[in-house]
């Protein structure tokens, strides 16, 4: 069931229990250091779909999420660092696509359901097309990091249990450092969301908080 699972109100409780439950896995991996300059930041699927709340798809925890991104991309363009936003599309339907034969429907590229949603800057970002769930398929997005000489990724964006998860495996699959912005995330429910963060840490990321990260950028220059 659909559920506005976190909010401003009650971030800090939420943010502290989840931590709490994860803190066993991420003590095993201390020797994973956020270093902001060799990083990028990957914003995962902030569309009108996900995030208009007359919309199919619309997660309630949504405009929380982005209100936490939006702090994340601007501290990254303050320092210079990449960007990565991505939207799920397609030019055009296939009914033999494994996504349609899913979900019994894909987004068009052309459809304003689509589109990022304005309220977040991706001007001086960069903006890729996916046709799948992961960031990497299909895509050029390892071409753009490895050219940035990227060695971490931090992920956000939506939904959690889906693309952004399916992002961070792959990224951990090809080498990277994948940190994961727990309330910078977001699905349908807890449940889902929590599930997925377990997953994550034990295998493929370290969990982090957006004010963590916010941290490292302010103290270090880069």
């Known amino acids: 069931m659909k559920g506005e699972y976190i909010t401003s109100k009650n971030i800090k409780e939420k943010t502290a229990k989840w931590m709490a439950e ?3 896995q991420r003590t095993r991996h201390k020797n994973f250091v956020f270093e902001p300059g060799i990083s990028a930041l990957l914003v995962i699927d902030m569309q009108n ?4 709340d007359n919309a199919h798809a619309f997660i309630p925890v949504g405009k929380f999420i982005l209100s936490q991104i939006k702090n994340l991309v601007e501290k990254y363009y303050e320092k210079n660092l990449p960007v990565i936003f991505t939207r799920y599309c397609v030019l055009k339907e296939d009914p033999d696509d494994i996504m349609n034969k899913w979900w019994g429907g ?3 590229e052309d459809d304003p359901e689509s589109f990022l949603v304005k309220e977040i800057n991706t001007e001086t970002g960069i903006v890729i ?3 799948g769930y992961s960031a990497f398929f299909k895509t050029n997005l390892e071409e753009l990091l ?7 990724v931090v992920i956000t964006g ?3 249990h889906l693309c ?3 992002t961070a495996r792959e990224a951990f699959q090809r080498g990277y450092e994948v940190y994961f912005v727990i309330d910078g995330t977001g699905t349908y429910d807890e449940e889902i969301h929590t599930a997925s963060l377990f997953n994550l840490s034990h295998g493929f990321a370290v969990p982090v908080t957006t004010d963590e ?3 490292k950028l302010n103290k270090q220059d880069v």
């Not at 779909?49 to 208009?52: G, R």
């Not at 490895?146 to 971490?152: A, S």
């Open 22 to 24: 994860l803190e066993l």
């Open 49 to 52: 779909y996900f995030l208009d």
């Open 106 to 108: 894909v987004l068009l």
């Open 129 to 131: 097309l996916k046709p």
């Open 146 to 152: 490895k050219r940035k000489g990227v060695k971490q």
């Open 158 to 160: 939506v939904m959690t």
């Open 164 to 166: 952004c998860e399916t």
């Open 213 to 215: 990260i916010l941290r």
